[in-house]
């Protein structure tokens, strides 16, 4: 049974500083993994997809990094934002479902 | 607790009829539901956010009088697709928020539409 984590829960870092939140999950048996944001009261915003055969995806200040082997993905957001602070979640699209990860609260302080 | 279904989960229907998607909570009371939907190979995207009572608020690029949802209730969302074609073929995943954490998301397990 896939099972999807998220580490750190919480995460307050100073604007400017370069981060990294961390998914990680049992089944390498993938077909994709998705980084969402998520605001307070607002539905998903999809981030980045990344499909089982790619290693990464960039946009913008976001880039994501997938290794199946070892069953685990990042999110790198470089030089960060208070427009950053929201909760990230990672999905993984296993066996026609989507597994969720529990999502990183990030606060990026002014 | 907050646990979300959806029902079916999977429906293979004609091109021309109509498609209804159920979406409960079933240990909380949604105050908002969000639909979205998943093209094969693209990411799940945003289609409208619905909140008990009011008229859902649709995103860009999405017919509301095609994809008709209401939200009679705290515990249930509907999400009906119109008249469907093939392109309709999608997964349709509901979200509630209003449960022990109220600003959590809790996704239901997905309807897989095929439109023949």
């Known amino acids: 049974k896939q099972e999807v984590t998220q580490i750190p829960a919480a995460l307050s870092v100073p604007e400017g500083e370069n981060l990294v939140l961390n998914c990680s999950f049992t089944d390498s048996a993938i077909y994709n993994l998705q980084w969402f944001r998520q605001d307070p009261g607002k539905g998903l915003t999809s981030l980045l997809l990344i499909q089982s055969s790619q290693r990464e995806q960039t946009s913008g200040r976001l880039n994501a990094s997938l290794d199946k082997s070892s069953g685990r993905s990042t999110l790198y957001i470089a030089a960060s934002q208070p427009g950053d602070s929201a909760t990230y979640l990672c999905a993984v699209d296993s066996n026609y479902q989507l597994i969720w990860g529990a999502g990183t609260k990030l606060i990026i302080k002014p | 607790g907050a646990v979300v279904s959806q029902h079916p989960s999977r429906v293979i229907c004609k091109s021309g009829t109509s498609v209804k998607i159920e979406c409960r909570s079933l240990d909380f009371q949604a105050t908002t539901m969000f639909w979205y939907r998943q093209f094969p190979k693209q990411s799940l995207m945003l289609m409208a956010t619905s909140n008990e009572g009011s008229k859902a608020t649709y995103e860009q690029g999405v017919e509301k009088d095609k994809f008709l949802i209401n939200h009679a209730s705290l515990t249930l969302s509907t999400l009906t697709v119109t008249s469907a074609h093939p392109e309709d073929s999608s997964f349709y995943i509901c979200?509630?928020?209003?449960?022990?954490?109220?600003?959590?998301?809790?996704f239901g397990p997905g309807t897989r539409l095929t439109v023949l």
């Open positions: 979200s509630a928020s209003g449960g022990p954490s109220t600003d959590t998301q809790y």
